[in-house]
């Protein structure tokens, strides 16, 4: 029974995202979704290696604007195809972040929080300095992207509407394999090397290279929502790697608790519509969405996630009588 409700939550969260598209007819409120929905990607990478590894990094947006530099420079030259491009950016990230990992994973706390912060402002400050090949500060406006990627015209992806189902069935399919992840033995071993290191590697098992890897995904599903962007806006500058972004991935990741795959998702959403509505009333949003954060901390410790889980916990047996 617990099979057949998972498969049938898939099947939801694959639907929503085009059911929506044939529902709304706001432009706003799709363009709200779509950058939502990647900015729940790149959430989900924070959430997942905090998840897994009971790690924070105050420097992820390092992955997630790195792929779209990437992009930047060598899709105009026309040397390869778009599409080698894309996954060359995305595997080159994830190596890249799997030998920093073997590094940095070493130490835990706030050490390897400000070993991230000192990752990701290096490379913003690079971009930012690189004026010859990044643009500098004024950043790189793609005018020279393919007619396609991946068989779909690349006007079509930087609609709103189109951008929504595409970006929606990739942030489901991720959610899935992180959900599938969570529930397999590496999942479990993960968690148990978050939670007692010492003890598992007195069992005989190796934590180094499991705690890169994990750091190594989590990177790779930021560079996803990271190429997503990009094709989306047609645009990238020094402002993605900063510390900022990674912040702000942070705050949706608490939003939506980590507890669940999903919770950073969920705290994107509320992250983007909160700042949309507060932002058409007042210049100081950002302390509105400070006073939320720190009220479901304080609150809802396990974020809004760990509410919409409880609740459907009481409200099952109720069902059943």
Same mark, same amino acid.
């Given at each position: 029974?617990?099979?057949?409700?998972?498969?049938?939550?898939i +099947?939801?969260? +694959?639907?929503?995202?085009? !059911?929506?598209?044939?529902? &709304?007819?706001?432009?706003?409120?799709?363009?709200?979704?779509?950058?939502? *929905?990647?900015?729940?990607?790149?959430?989900?990478s924070?959430?997942?290696? &905090?998840r897994?590894?009971?790690?924070?990094?105050?420097?992820?947006?390092?992955?997630?604007?790195?792929?779209?530099?990437?992009? /930047?420079?060598?899709? $105009?030259?026309?040397?390869?195809? @778009?599409?080698?491009?894309?996954?060359?950016?995305?595997?080159? *990230?994830?190596?890249?972040?799997?030998?920093?990992?073997?590094?940095?994973?070493?130490?835990?706390?706030?050490?390897?929080?400000?070993? #991230?912060?000192?990752?990701?402002?290096?490379?913003?400050?690079?971009?930012?300095?690189?004026?010859?090949?990044?643009? %500098?500060?004024?950043?790189?406006?793609?005018?020279?992207?393919?007619?396609?990627?991946?068989?779909? $015209?690349v006007? +079509?992806?930087?609609?709103?509407?189109?951008?929504?189902?595409?970006?929606?069935? =990739?942030?489901?399919l991720?959610? *899935?394999?992180?959900?599938?992840?969570?529930?397999?033995?590496w999942?479990?071993?993960?968690?148990?090397?978050?939670?007692?290191?010492e003890?598992?590697?007195?069992?005989?098992?190796?934590?180094?290279?499991?705690?890169?890897?994990?750091?190594?995904?989590?990177?790779?599903?930021?560079?996803? /929502?990271?190429?997503?962007?990009?094709?989306?806006?047609?645009?990238?500058? $020094?402002?993605?790697?900063?510390? #900022?972004?990674? @912040?702000?991935?942070l705050?949706?990741?608490?939003?939506?608790?980590?507890?669940?795959?999903?919770? $950073?998702?969920? %705290?994107?959403?509320?992250?983007?519509?909160?700042?949309?509505?507060?932002?058409?009333? #007042?210049?100081?949003?950002?302390?509105?969405?400070?006073c939320?954060?720190?009220? =479901?901390? /304080? !609150?809802?410790?396990?974020? +809004?996630?760990?509410?919409?889980?409880?609740?459907?916990?009481?409200?099952?047996?109720?069902?059943?009588?």
């Open positions: 029974m617990s099979k057949l409700r998972s498969i049938i939550a +099947l939801a969260l +694959l639907a929503a995202g085009p !059911l929506a598209a044939t529902l &709304i007819d706001s432009p706003l409120i799709f363009s709200l979704l779509a950058q939502s *929905t990647i900015a729940g990607l790149f959430a989900l924070v959430g997942f290696l &905090i897994q590894n009971g790690m924070v990094s105050f420097g992820h947006a390092a992955f997630f604007g790195l792929p779209g530099y990437a992009i /930047a420079v060598w899709i $105009p030259a026309g040397a390869v195809p @778009g599409e080698l491009v894309i996954f060359g950016a995305i595997i080159f *990230t994830t190596l890249f972040a799997f030998v920093i990992g073997l590094a940095i994973v070493r130490v835990h706390g706030i050490a390897f929080g400000m070993l #991230t912060l000192a990752l990701g402002q290096g490379l913003y400050q690079a971009a930012a300095r690189l004026r010859g090949v990044t643009g %500098g500060f004024d950043g790189i406006n793609l005018r020279h992207l393919p007619h396609d990627l991946f068989g779909l $015209p006007k +079509l992806l930087q609609q709103p509407r189109s951008m929504l189902v595409v970006t929606w069935l =990739i942030m489901a991720i959610l *899935t394999l992180v959900w599938l992840f969570s529930r397999s033995h999942g479990r071993l993960t968690e148990a090397i978050r939670d007692n290191e003890r598992v590697r007195f069992l005989g098992y190796n934590t180094l290279i499991p705690r890169a890897l994990i750091f190594a995904a989590s990177a790779m599903i930021a560079s996803i /929502a990271g190429v997503l962007f990009i094709i989306y806006n047609a645009f990238i500058s $020094p402002d993605t790697l900063h510390w #900022t972004a990674s @912040g702000e991935a705050i949706m990741a608490i939003l939506g608790g980590t507890g669940a795959p999903w919770g $950073p998702v969920v %705290g994107a959403f509320i992250y983007f519509f909160l700042k949309h509505e507060a932002g058409t009333y #007042t210049t100081h949003w950002l302390s509105i969405i400070g939320a954060v720190i009220l =479901i901390s /304080a !609150l809802f410790p396990s974020g +809004l996630a760990g509410v919409i889980a409880r609740s459907i916990h009481l409200l099952r047996p109720r069902a059943n009588r």
